[in-house]
Structure formats: structure tokens, C-alpha cells
């Protein structure tokens, strides 16, 4: 665990000007939201939400490039953008596997019933789950690495969907019909939220990853959404499942990074 928090404290250490700026800036705008929504309503709430986004992602295409460079960042961002969209969008068209699911109108711009801002929303959140997955799946080798890999990655990401989708339930951005089981949403969603994560993950296979910034993200996403969830939004069970879920990542991560 000790080399797990130095890890992380490298990594904010080690960040440049630029990269910097786009962490301090998406913190103020994430920590900013519900005094944006007391102060000034749904509308500058809403375009709050969409700042954080644009924000997260510039710093995580940021991280991705000093890794990787121009050509593997473009073509993983667009593949984790495009995937995502292509598979809203089609269950949006068919209803299936859960039921009839729409984004109201309050989100715009959308393409095909699917707003801008979804796609981007898995960009920003799936390499982070990446980083966690790589930690804890480091002293593996051989056949199980890669599947094991795709499948952590996929409940590192869909352990922050129990913070993400009621949450956009209670803010009437999304809906469901039948309503869900969950806050609104349907158990078979995380299924789907797994099945998706897992399939771009095998697909992109991501490589070299720098985990100690996008694990960073990871965490302060951890424990930015449980306090927003549970003191400011009135969501105390999805707010308890997402820092358990999330929460027992980390610490996996943390325990083998010693």
C-alpha cells in the first residue's frame, strides 16, 4: 500500500504546466457543481457537467499521449468514442436488452438520439479503469494476463455506472420504461455497462499504460461522486455501492502494489 500512495504522489508531482492546469481546472469545476445548481439552476448546472467532461478527457488524451504519442492515442480515443455511441445507439433504436431507454432533451447536442457528451463520458472514464485494471492484474502472465485484464477493466469501469446512471436518472436525463429496479435503472444495464467495457477493452488492448495519473483520476472521481451523491444529490445507496465497488478496486490495486 505504501508503494501504491507514493505512486500516486509521484504522479502528481511529476505532472507538467499543462497537464496540471487541466486537473486543477476540472477539480474546481467538479467540486463547483452543486453550488452551480443551487446558485444558478439546471442550465448552468448542465453546462457544468459538460465542462468537467471536456475537461477530464483533455487531461486523460493528455496522460495517453506522453505514453503512447499522436497515432495510438487518436486511435484508441476514437475507437472508445465510437464503439460507445455505435452501442447507445442501438439500444436506444431497439429497446433492447432492457427496455425502452432515451436521453431527454436537456442534454444536448445529440447524434441519433445519443448526446455528444455519453461517448465522450467512457473516454474519460474507461483508460483510468485501465490503469486500476493493469495494477491489479500485474504478476499475472501468460494466457490468463489478457483476459484478465479485460475483465477487471470492465468492473473498474462499471463499478463508477452505480455512481453515473442514477445519478442522470434523478437530474431527468435519463429514463427508462419500465423504470428500473435500481434508482431507475434496470440490473441488466451493469450487465450491459460490463459486456461493452469488456468488448472495446479486448478490441483497443491498451499497452504501456501510465497508471499513476489515471489512477489518480480513478480516485478522485471515487471520492468526489460519494460526497456528491450523498450530501448534495440525496443518493445514499448508489452513493455506498459506487464507493464500495470502486473503492474495493483501489485497494486491490493497492495491495499489490507493495
Given at each position: 500500500?505504501?508503494?501504491?500512495?507514493?505512486?500516486?504522489?509521484?504522479?502528481?508531482?511529476?505532472?507538467?504546466?499543462?497537464?496540471?492546469?487541466?486537473?486543477?481546472?476540472?477539480?474546481v469545476v467538479m467540486l463547483s457543481l452543486p453550488l452551480l445548481n443551487v446558485v444558478f439552476g439546471e442550465q448552468a448546472l448542465l453546462q457544468g457537467l459538460a465542462l468537467a467532461v471536456l475537461l477530464q478527457v483533455a487531461f486523460v488524451l493528455q496522460v495517453l499521449y506522453r505514453a503512447w504519442g499522436w497515432w495510438s492515442m487518436i486511435r484508441s480515443a476514437a475507437g472508445i468514442v465510437l464503439l460507445a455511441w455505435v452501442v447507445q445507439a442501438i439500444v436506444i433504436r431497439s429497446g433492447l436488452p432492457y427496455g425502452t431507454m432515451q436521453y431527454t432533451s436537456l442534454l444536448q447536442p445529440q447524434v441519433m438520439s445519443v448526446p455528444v457528451l455519453i461517448p465522450l463520458t467512457w473516454l474519460m472514464m474507461l483508460p483510468p479503469a485501465w490503469a486500476v485494471a493493469k495494477l491489479i492484474t500485474r504478476r499475472l502472465s501468460g494466457c490468463l494476463m489478457r483476459p484478465a485484464f479485460m475483465l477487471v477493466s470492465a468492473f473498474a469501469f462499471t463499478a463508477w455506472g452505480f455512481y453515473l446512471d442514477p445519478l442522470m436518472v434523478h437530474l431527468g436525463l435519463l429514463q427508462w420504461s419500465p423504470v428500473g429496479e435500481f434508482y431507475g435503472t434496470p440490473w441488466l444495464n451493469y450487465t450491459g455497462w460490463l459486456l461493452v467495457s469488456a468488448v472495446?477493452?479486448?478490441?483497443?488492448?491498451?499497452?504501456?499504460?501510465?497508471?499513476?495519473?489515471?489512477?489518480?483520476?480513478?480516485?478522485?472521481?471515487?471520492?468526489?461522486?460519494?460526497?456528491?451523491?450523498?450530501?448534495?444529490?440525496?443518493?445514499?445507496?448508489?452513493a455506498l455501492v459506487g464507493f464500495f465497488l470502486m473503492g474495493a478496486m483501489l485497494l486491490c490495486a493497492g495491495i499489490i502494489t507493495r
Open positions: 500500500m505504501i508503494n501504491f500512495i507514493q505512486l500516486l504522489r509521484k504522479s502528481i508531482f511529476s505532472l507538467e504546466r499543462y497537464p496540471a492546469f487541466l486537473l486543477a481546472a476540472w477539480l472495446i477493452t479486448f478490441g483497443l488492448s491498451p499497452k504501456r499504460l501510465p497508471g499513476g495519473s489515471l489512477v489518480l483520476v480513478y480516485g478522485l472521481i471515487w471520492m468526489m461522486e460519494f460526497i456528491a451523491l450523498l450530501i448534495f444529490w440525496s443518493l445514499p445507496i448508489p
